[in-house]
């Protein structure tokens, strides 16, 4: 059986979000189902349990239904039992709920260079301003213009002067 860490947008909402949840496959599966199946990313396996037996999947079925068959909705009941049939295992791999682990990991891939170009604009667009750190000095203040010693207005043309 897989593990992996996942972030997951609850109720696929952007503002909340549980992040670096560690769950097992069929878990992943249901937090799919039941939040979206965009609304998990992040996805990394980070682990694979050898000896995994029928003794684990009936216990992991038992804590599945215990954490999540009360939080789905009311109309939805049951859904457990139709993702994993009784006589059936559970999935125990990525795959097996159709998620590609490569294409997962050029997802992260993609999404890290996303933020090192976002942080090396970020970096620019502070020495473009004439900010060479967070602060003028080395007593940690904050930088004159957000302090008021300097107008916002005069930092903005200098920004635009420099362009």
């Known amino acids: 059986m897989q593990r992996c860490k996942c972030d997951i947008q609850l109720g696929g909402s952007m ?3 549980t992040a670096d949840k560690t769950v097992t496959v069929p878990e992943l599966a249901i937090l799919r189902h039941l939040h979206g199946a965009d609304s998990v990313s992040n996805i990394v396996p980070f682990e694979w349990i050898e000896d995994w037996g029928v003794e684990d999947d009936a216990e992991e079925r038992e804590r599945l239904f215990a954490t999540y ?7 939805d009941r049951g859904f457990i039992e139709r993702l994993f049939p009784a006589m059936q295992p559970l999935p125990r791999a990525l795959r097996q709920i159709g998620i590609d682990a490569r294409a997962a990991a050029a997802a992260l891939r993609a999404k890290a260079e996303k933020q090192i170009e976002a942080a090396k604009k970020m970096e620019e667009t502070q020495a473009k301003a004439g ?3 967070d602060t003028d000095d080395d007593r940690g203040e904050l930088p004159a213009v957000l302090r008021g010693g300097r107008g916002v207005k005069s930092a903005i043309d200098r920004v635009t002067e420099k362009s």
Do not use: C, G, M, Q
Not at 69 to 75: D, K, M, N, W
């Open 15 to 17: 503002t909340s979000v």
């Open 69 to 75: 068959e009360s939080v789905a909705r009311i109309e």
């Open 131 to 133: 900010f060479t750190s």
